[in-house]
């Protein structure tokens, strides 16, 4: 959730962090703050805000030069966003800085433990609590990292730590639980992040932390313990993107730069799929075939766009493969009692790889004996390591916090998913198989016509941004990609926005139609499926009646729904159960130029952030 940064090496530390910070902007904008080592002590800085006031902060008054230091941009949990509660988080002695992400559920004890051996503690925050908790530790040990260890024992909940020591200025010490946190190992110096992007400018070489883990920099080496003291064993790995691919690349915001990227994501996961002979090879399941031939059922959990992602998947592999499968938000689910055993999948989908609920939901899962297969775009996060199979979506980084390259990239990994599993199962054979491939590889030329065509999608979100409401109608695959047109309204225009499934209309929601009311209608293929055309043809006609002002989403070709459609919108004719690959994008497009015609920030929309790591 929150933006971490730390650095020990031979650069300006508050450089290096400040650079960071600004790329990981994204995870969290209430407020910013640095702490940098120098001259034998600690100097510190923190604005509410976003990271622009911290930067002005630092121009007025700005910090000695060190070559130790971390930073934060804060998501706000415990306290509001105020220059108090932002972080870094100071012992009394000013001697200890600490950033934190996460929840520490037991803060209130501690708090009050501190408060009876008269420390005084001046925010609202969880964090402030571990401050004064590793300044006691470290006069004890005059050690950090075992500060750190003897801290992390006590606390309960999920959390990211990092903190420096002026007693100790050679050193940044980090500790994870439940909560990402990543090395970067350079030339002399070493970084934690939240997130690679914050030091990829300076290496491409990383270190996966795991649970329960406490990690040392110095400028010569890391070293990574248990919460227990002992040594853990380090996976390294190499980042496959470089730092120009987390740049804006010369657009006014990166969920433009985003949108614009989704025909290079969607052929980058289809790369390297069949095999010499012609089958659907999944290196990275890892689950053998004569398991998934015992599979039967498919449990999908997801949150946001992607559950909406799972919604469409369940289509594809109850067509594909006869297998029931159900989807579920990963927020509900382990608290339903859910029935899994040996013989339930489940699918865990992720963009970052370390959205908590459904971080828990899979660890629920295993704990019932279910395997679980990863879809996510983050190498070395916590649910791919924690799963038993993964399957990564190549989609690069994704900074703005309203997704659009993941979810198309979800939605190809679950027709994969799908696809593999019925080829396993021998309810597709090989022929079948690669037609599907096929019609999948022609998807990234179809989302790049998309796009060419794409302005007058613009012009018309341009004369809606004084609207209140708008409404999003679908069936079958369509009905999730209304779901998901009007998330993305929600997200980036604070409008009213839902979406219905067409048939449910008349069961309620059209009370809701008005005069001039904006209805978007995602109109399913005519050929194959004539049945369900003409119904969403019939429920056009009943809101149009009703004054509702139609615009609607239509492959090319189709001309029964011009008659009623007010505002029509072209897209290449594809497969039924793939149609969402085209049809989410002018969705997407809609919804980011009427924030922008509203005067909203298009990449941090207020109150989100991009990676939700806490319950």
């Not at 005084?120 to 470290?138: K, N, Q, R």
């Amino acid at each position: 959730m929150c933006g971490i940064v730390g650095y020990v090496g031979s650069q300006s530390a508050l450089d290096v962090v400040m650079a960071g910070l600004k790329r990981l902007e994204y995870r969290g904008y209430d407020s910013a703050g640095v702490a940098v080592l120098a001259d034998g002590g600690l100097a510190a800085a923190k604005k509410a805000g976003k990271l622009v006031n911290l930067e002005k902060e630092l121009v007025e008054r700005p910090l000695p030069t060190g070559s130790t230091g971390i930073g934060h941009t804060r998501w706000a949990t415990h306290g509001g966003p105020t220059d108090a509660n932002a972080h870094p988080h100071l012992d009394n002695a000013g001697r200890v800085a600490v950033v934190h992400n996460g929840i520490i559920e037991n803060f209130a004890v501690l708090r009050a433990e501190l408060g009876e051996r008269g420390h005084e503690l001046t925010s609202e925050t969880d964090t402030e609590v571990v401050a004064h908790l590793l300044a006691e530790e470290f006069s004890a040990t005059a050690d950090l990292a075992e500060a750190m260890r003897l801290v992390c024992r006590r606390l309960e909940g999920a959390f990211t730590l990092v903190a420096v020591h002026a007693d100790d200025p050679d050193v940044v010490v980090g500790a994870r639980r439940n909560s990402p946190l990543v090395v970067g190992v350079g030339e002399g110096e070493a970084f934690l992040a939240s997130d690679v992007a914050a030091f990829i400018a300076h290496t491409r070489s990383a270190i996966e932390l795991g649970q329960d883990q406490v990690v040392e920099l110095r400028r010569d080496g890391v070293t990574v313990t248990g919460f227990d003291g002992r040594p853990a064993d380090i996976r390294s790995y190499h980042v496959d993107w470089d730092a120009s691919a987390a740049e804006k690349g010369g657009y006014d915001y990166f969920m433009l730069k985003e949108i614009a990227e989704q025909p290079k994501a969607v052929a980058d996961t289809l790369l390297g799929r069949i095999d010499p002979s012609g089958s659907l090879t999944l290196d990275e399941v890892r689950i053998s075939p004569s398991e998934l031939r015992e599979v039967d059922k498919v449990v999908i959990v997801a949150c946001g766009t992607a559950f909406h992602a799972g919604l469409i998947a369940k289509y594809a592999i109850e067509h594909w493969t006869r297998i029931p499968c159900e989807v579920e938000l990963a927020s509900e689910f382990r608290y339903r009692d859910p029935i899994l055993d040996g013989r339930s999948l489940v699918i865990a989908i992720s963009q970052s790889g370390e959205t908590m609920d459904t971080l828990m939901a899979l660890r629920h899962a295993r704990e019932q004996g279910s395997k679980v297969l990863a879809i996510c775009n983050t190498n070395g996060s916590t649910i791919p390591r924690e799963s038993d199979a993964v399957l990564y979506t190549h989609a690069g980084p994704e900074v703005a916090v309203a997704s659009t390259k993941a979810f198309l990239t979800q939605l190809v990994a679950c027709y994969l998913v799908a696809l593999y599993l019925g080829q396993v199962r021998g309810t597709k054979w090989g022929d079948e198989v690669h037609a599907v491939i096929k019609d999948l590889s022609r998807i990234s030329h179809e989302v790049e016509r998309v796009l060419e065509t794409m302005e007058p999608v613009r012009a018309l979100a341009r004369t809606l941004a004084t609207k209140n409401t708008v409404l999003f109608l679908g069936r079958h695959v369509g009905y999730p990609v209304a779901l998901e047109g009007a998330l993305k309204l929600k997200e980036l225009a604070y409008m009213h926005a839902e979406g219905f499934a067409a048939g449910e209309l008349k069961h309620g929601p059209i009370a809701l139609i008005e005069e001039d009311l904006p209805v978007v209608v995602v109109v399913p293929s005519p050929r194959g499926r004539s049945l369900l055309h003409d119904k969403i043809v019939s429920n056009i006609q009943e809101i149009r009646a009703r004054g509702a002002r139609t615009i609607v989403i239509a492959e090319e070709g189709d001309e029964t729904v011009v008659p009623y459609a007010d505002h029509l919108i072209r897209i290449p004719a594809t497969p039924t159960l793939l149609q969402p690959l085209v049809a989410t994008v002018p969705l997407q497009v809609f919804a980011c130029e009427l924030a922008t015609a509203r005067g909203n920030e298009v990449d941090q929309p207020r109150n989100l952030a991009k990676s939700v790591t806490v319950e």
